[in-house]
């Protein structure tokens, strides 16, 4: 029973912490201004209100009373101005109408049943009133023989006052509560939420401008911390680039003075199966380079996607590759990064198939690039495995000398800091299918 509490409180709950947060302040609030409400309409305005309707049924009772017991038309004329004049009243006798059939009570207004309630007390069912037609008066009808006895009052005689004012007073400093709290909660909440974003744009691997702790003590500790793993995190990187730039200087020169040598070679077939080891040990290299440099700064635009794929598919002329998309979609990515990850895809559907076809779905909130080709595929078992750096699957996918198993680690890598995912299918050339998922 408890579990199932706290899941339905977590579902209505706000998302956000802003929201949540206002939402602890301004319940209480809200809460003590309803109880404080009921209690003043409980214990004073509505004692107040029957004790102002018992007074104004009171008098007209007694100018009912008395009209109907005077016989001189001039008495009966001159009572109703007494009436007009002292009792804040306006009566005036309406010969040979009836009652209205229409009920004009509201059910739900205490002044109304209030009324009612001394009305029936004293005239049973001989009335007839309406509060709505007018906006500061009351309109009260009493059956006298043959005629009506129509009678206007203001509402201020049987509603009290101090309820307006009450009203404003119990509003206005909760209107003022609330609207400091939303200004003091957005001020407290947005340092978080900067937090948030340069940590979501660094993880996907974007620049990340100089981070300015702000807010709390706790969040300028955490924003502290943060700012000090970012920067521990790009000097790391930046010494893995500058060590591997010059592990490649370094190596690229004796590979060049190798290949010299091997061209002074008399033996033929000897010389060109040592060309094709450095020529494989230059491939590793560039791979390896690849695979560090891939998250190198580059800065996020808005492209066309059809037009990457034109460009991208621009070094496969020749080859038997399709795509088509249904609609032109634009789509935030770094497009060097963008290139090379599809580049790398293709590249390793043409290392084991002869046929690549790359298609897209667009949903609500993300947009589904699709790579098949009619290789032999990867058992499902191996679909997470080849995602690691270096790892190949030859058993299942055939001989590939040319690369050492970085391409789909660093397509991966390259999807994940777009904020997307990649994943394998059965494609539908009963092959292998690549499936890029991104958020738009």
């Known amino acids: 029973m408890l579990y199932g509490l706290n899941n339905f409180i977590k579902k209505i709950l706000p998302k956000r912490l802003f929201y949540r947060s206002l939402l602890i302040v301004a319940a209480p609030i809200i809460l003590l201004q309803i109880i404080i409400t009921v209690v003043f ?13 018992r007074s104004l049924v009171g008098e007209v009772e007694t100018l009912f009373d008395v009209y109907r017991t005077q016989q001189d038309q001039k008495h009966k004329e001159t009572l109703i101005a007494i009436y007009n004049k002292n009792f804040d009243l306006t009566v005036s006798l309406k010969e040979n109408e009836i009652l209205p059939e229409e009920k004009t009570e509201r059910w739900y207004s205490p002044i109304d049943r209030s009324l009612r309630r001394e009305l029936k007390s004293i005239f049973g069912t001989s009335y007839w009133f309406d509060t709505t037609t007018y906006k500061e008066k009351v309109d009260l009808r009493i059956k006298y023989k043959s005629g009506v006895l129509q009678i206007f009052f203001p509402k201020e005689k049987i509603s009290p006052s101090s309820a307006r004012i009450f009203a404003l007073w119990i509003t206005l400093p909760g209107l003022l509560l609330i609207t400091i709290a939303i200004i003091f909660l957005k001020n407290q909440t947005r340092p978080i939420v900067n937090l948030a974003r340069a940590a979501e744009k660094f993880g996907k691997g974007e620049f990340v401008k100089e981070f300015r702790p702000s807010g709390a003590r706790e969040i300028r500790q955490a924003a502290y911390e943060f700012d000090k793993m970012r920067k521990r995190i790009t000097i790391h990187l ?35 199966k040592m060309a094709d080891d450095v020529e494989e040990m230059e491939r590793m290299l560039n791979e390896y380079l690849e695979f560090s440099r891939h998250q190198k ?26 795509f088509h998309f249904d609609e032109n979609v634009n789509i935030g990515v770094r497009q060097n990064s963008f290139k090379r ?43 997470q495995n080849v995602m690691k750096p270096f790892y190949r699957i030859d058993k299942s996918r055939g001989q590939n000398k040319s690369g050492v198993g970085l391409g789909l680690s660093i397509t991966n890598d390259i999807i994940r800091s777009h904020g997307g995912n990649i994943s394998f299918e059965k494609s539908t050339m009963n092959g292998l299918r690549v499936k890029i998922s991104l958020p738009l």
């Not at 060590?243 to 033929?268: E, F, N, V, W």
Request: glycine share 6%; net charge negative.
């Open 341 to 383: 990850c599809l580049s790398n895809l293709i590249d390793n559907g043409f290392s084991y198939g002869q046929k690549v076809e790359i298609f897209s779905k667009k949903t609500m909130d993300s947009l589904l690039i699709f790579v098949d080709d009619d290789g032999p595929g990867i058992p499902e078992k191996e679909y």
């Open 41 to 53: 309409f409980d214990s004073l305005w509505i004692k107040a209100n029957k004790g102002m309707t």
């Open 238 to 272: 930046n010494q893995r680039s500058e060590m591997l730039s010059g592990i490649s200087h370094d190596l690229r020169t004796p590979l060049t003075r190798l290949k010299l040598q091997l061209a002074l070679i008399k033996q033929q077939d000897l010389a060109k």
């Open 297 to 322: 700064n580059e800065e996020t635009e808005m492209l066309n996607l059809n037009e990457i794929i034109k460009d991208v598919l621009k070094k496969y002329e020749g080859k038997e590759i399709r």
